[in-house]
C-alpha cells in the first residue's frame, strides 16, 4: 500500500522541538501498549534510547500526564497509566458527538490538498486485502485516517481533544487485540467515510463517523 504509517503518532514537523519529538515518539508507544500500563517511566533511560538531554524528555513526560496517559506519585516515580475497560462508555459517548463533527467540518472545509490526500488515503484502505496486515498494522492504519481527519475538520482545539479520546479508545482496543477475530472490516469502513469527506458531503460523512466509533464499542464488548 501506498500509505506511509511507521508509527502511530505524526511524524513531527520540520524544526519541531526535541521535547515535541520526544513527545511524540512516547504517546506512540504508550497508545500501542509498547510500553505497557503500569511500566515506570526511566526519563534518563528513555533520554539515552532517543538520543536526546532529559529536560526535553521531562518536558514530553509532563505533556503525557496531561494527556492522562502517564501518571507521577510523590517518592514512588513515574508510571504508564492503566487501561480501565470500564471508561469505554464514557470515551465512547464523547467521541460520538465530536467525531460526527469532525467529519462534518472535514467535508466541509478542507483544503483541496487536504481532499487528495484523503482520497489517496482512502484508495489505498480499498485495495488493501483483508489478509494483507496483521492486527497492529491496521491499528495503526486506524490511527492515521483519524488523524487526516481531525486535521482536515481545521478546529486545532476540536483535533486536540479528538486525539486525546482516540488515543484512550486505542489503548482500550490494542488491550483486547488479541481477542478480535478480524480488524479489516473495521479499517475498511473508512475508504467510504473518507470519500464522503472528500466529495464534501457532509451528512453522509456524520453519519458514518458516528456508525464508526458504535461499531468500535460493539466490537470490544463482543470480546470483553
Not at 504508550?30 to 533511560?45: H, S, V, Y
Not at 469505554?88 to 460526527?100: F, G, H, K, M, Y
Not at 469532525?102 to 489478509?131: P, V, W
Given at each position: 500500500?501506498?500509505?506511509?504509517?511507521?508509527?502511530?503518532a505524526e511524524?513531527?514537523?520540520?524544526?519541531?522541538?526535541?521535547?515535541?519529538?520526544?513527545?511524540l515518539?512516547?504517546r506512540?508507544?504508550?497508545?500501542?501498549?509498547?510500553?505497557?500500563?503500569?511500566?515506570?517511566?526511566?526519563d534518563?533511560?528513555?533520554?539515552?534510547?532517543?538520543?536526546?538531554?532529559r529536560?526535553?524528555?521531562?518536558?514530553?513526560?509532563?505533556r503525557?500526564?496531561?494527556?492522562?496517559l502517564?501518571?507521577s506519585?510523590?517518592?514512588?516515580?513515574?508510571?504508564?497509566t492503566?487501561v480501565?475497560?470500564t471508561?469505554l462508555a464514557?470515551?465512547?459517548?464523547i467521541?460520538?458527538?465530536?467525531?460526527?463533527?469532525?467529519?462534518?467540518?472535514?467535508?466541509?472545509?478542507?483544503?483541496?490538498e487536504?481532499?487528495?490526500?484523503?482520497?489517496?488515503?482512502?484508495a489505498?484502505?480499498?485495495?488493501?486485502?483483508g489478509?494483507e496486515?496483521?492486527?497492529?498494522t491496521?491499528?495503526?492504519?486506524?490511527?492515521?485516517?483519524?488523524?487526516l481527519i481531525?486535521?482536515?475538520?481545521a478546529?486545532?482545539?476540536?483535533?486536540?481533544?479528538?486525539?486525546?479520546?482516540?488515543?484512550?479508545?486505542?489503548?482500550?482496543?490494542?488491550?483486547?487485540?488479541?481477542?478480535?477475530?478480524?480488524?479489516?472490516?473495521?479499517?475498511?469502513?473508512?475508504?467510504?467515510?473518507l470519500?464522503?469527506?472528500?466529495d464534501?458531503?457532509?451528512?453522509?460523512?456524520?453519519?458514518?463517523?458516528?456508525h464508526?466509533?458504535?461499531?468500535f464499542e460493539?466490537?470490544?464488548?463482543?470480546?470483553?
Amino acid at each position: 500500500m501506498s500509505m506511509a504509517l511507521d508509527n502511530a503518532a505524526e511524524a513531527p514537523a520540520a524544526g519541531a522541538s526535541l521535547a515535541e519529538q520526544a513527545y511524540l515518539q512516547l504517546r506512540d508507544k504508550l497508545i500501542m501498549l509498547d510500553i505497557r500500563p503500569g511500566a515506570p517511566i526511566n526519563d534518563a533511560q528513555i533520554a539515552a534510547e532517543l538520543g536526546i538531554g532529559r529536560t526535553p524528555v521531562r518536558e514530553a513526560i509532563k505533556r503525557l500526564e496531561g494527556d492522562h496517559l502517564l501518571v507521577s506519585y510523590p517518592r514512588r516515580g513515574t508510571f504508564a497509566t492503566g487501561v480501565d475497560i470500564t471508561e469505554l462508555a464514557d470515551v465512547s459517548e464523547i467521541r460520538e458527538l465530536l467525531e460526527p463533527l469532525a467529519a462534518r467540518r472535514a467535508a466541509s472545509m478542507a483544503s483541496e490538498e487536504l481532499r487528495q490526500e484523503i482520497r489517496r488515503t482512502a484508495a489505498a484502505i480499498s485495495a488493501m486485502k483483508g489478509n494483507e496486515a496483521d492486527h497492529r498494522t491496521l491499528m495503526r492504519y486506524d490511527i492515521t485516517v483519524h488523524r487526516l481527519i481531525y486535521r482536515a475538520a481545521a478546529n486545532p482545539h476540536l483535533e486536540d481533544v479528538l486525539i486525546r479520546y482516540d488515543n484512550l479508545a486505542t489503548r482500550i482496543w490494542c488491550l483486547v487485540l488479541d481477542k478480535m477475530p478480524s480488524l479489516g472490516g473495521h479499517v475498511a469502513e473508512h475508504a467510504e467515510l473518507l470519500n464522503a469527506i472528500a466529495d464534501g458531503d457532509a451528512e453522509h460523512a456524520a453519519e458514518l463517523a458516528l456508525h464508526h466509533v458504535t461499531s468500535f464499542e460493539q466490537s470490544v464488548r463482543k470480546v470483553l
